[in-house]
C-alpha cells in the first residue's frame, strides 16, 4: 500500500519570495505522483504530475516539483509567490494503475501569502 | 456548462434521513470518482466508475453509501439513514484518463 505525508500543514510566505511545500510518500513500486491545488470555494485543479518521466516537472502557474527517488520526496516549488497562491494544496501517490483506491491523497498543506 | 457540477450545493438534513447527491460530468469522461472531505483533512476515497467497467467500492464507508451511474454520464451518491459523521464535502471528479483530471465545485452535506 501507499502513503503519502506532507510535512506541513500550514506554510506562511512572503509575496515575491520563494514558496516550498514539501511532500513524502511510500510507495512498494515505483509512484506516481501528482499535485491538486484548492483554492477557497473553487474546485480541485491538477497543478502538475510525474509518471516516470522526467523527474523535474513543470506544471501551471509557475510551480514544479522534483521527483528524487532516494530522499521518496516530490517538495512543490516557486521562485515568487503571488497573493493569488494562497490556497490549500494536496501531494497525491499512485501505483499502476493510477485509478480508484490507488489513487491516494496526502492531508494537504495550506498556503498563506503575505502582502 | 464545460466543468463538472454538482447538485445541491449545500445539503442540510437530520439524522437518519436519506440523501441524494448529484454529480454531471464532463461530456465524454469515462471516469468518474467520488471523494468526501472532512473539515481539515484530505480527501477519501469513495467509489470509482469507468466506462462499462464494474465500479471500484472499496472506499464505500459503510452498507448506507451507495452509487450509481446511468447511461455513463450522471452518477448519484445515496447515504441512507445519515449519521452526524456523515458531514463533509463530497466531491465528484470526472476524466478521460484514469486518474481524476476535474474536480465539481462539492457538496456540502450537514446532518444535525
Known amino acids: 500500500a501507499q502513503s503519502v505525508t506532507q510535512l506541513d500543514s500550514h506554510v506562511s510566505v512572503s509575496e515575491g519570495t520563494p514558496v516550498l511545500l514539501r511532500c513524502n510518500y511510500s510507495s512498494s513500486y515505483s509512484p506516481s505522483l501528482f499535485w491538486y491545488v484548492q483554492h477557497p470555494n473553487k474546485g480541485l485543479q491538477l497543478l502538475l504530475k510525474?509518471?516516470?518521466?522526467?523527474?523535474l516537472v513543470k506544471g501551471i502557474n509557475g510551480f514544479e516539483a522534483e521527483f528524487k527517488k532516494s530522499e521518496t520526496s516530490f517538495h512543490l516549488t516557486k521562485p515568487s509567490a503571488h497573493m493569488s497562491d494562497a490556497a490549500e494544496y494536496f501531494c497525491?501517490?499512485?501505483?499502476?494503475?493510477?485509478?480508484?483506491?490507488?489513487?491516494?491523497f496526502g492531508p494537504g498543506t495550506r498556503l498563506s501569502v503575505l502582502p | 456548462g464545460a466543468g463538472v457540477s454538482q447538485s445541491p450545493s449545500n445539503k442540510v438534513t437530520e439524522k437518519g434521513k436519506d440523501v441524494e447527491l448529484r454529480c454531471d460530468p464532463i461530456?465524454?469522461?469515462?471516469?468518474l470518482y467520488w471523494y468526501r472531505q472532512s473539515l481539515g483533512q484530505g480527501l477519501e476515497f469513495l467509489i470509482y466508475f469507468q466506462g462499462n467497467s464494474a465500479p471500484d467500492k472499496s472506499g464505500l464507508p459503510s452498507d448506507r453509501f451507495s452509487a450509481e451511474r446511468t447511461g455513463g454520464s450522471v452518477s448519484t451518491l445515496t447515504i441512507q439513514r445519515t449519521q452526524q459523521e456523515d458531514s463533509a464535502v463530497y466531491l465528484c471528479?470526472?476524466?478521460?484518463?484514469?486518474?481524476?483530471?476535474?474536480f465539481g465545485p462539492g457538496t456540502r452535506l450537514l446532518v444535525l
Open positions: 461530456s465524454g469522461h469515462t471516469a
Open positions: 497525491v501517490v499512485s501505483t499502476l494503475p493510477s485509478e480508484g483506491q490507488n489513487f491516494v
Open positions: 471528479a470526472s476524466s478521460v484518463r484514469s486518474w481524476p483530471q476535474y
Open positions: 510525474y509518471t516516470s518521466a522526467a523527474t
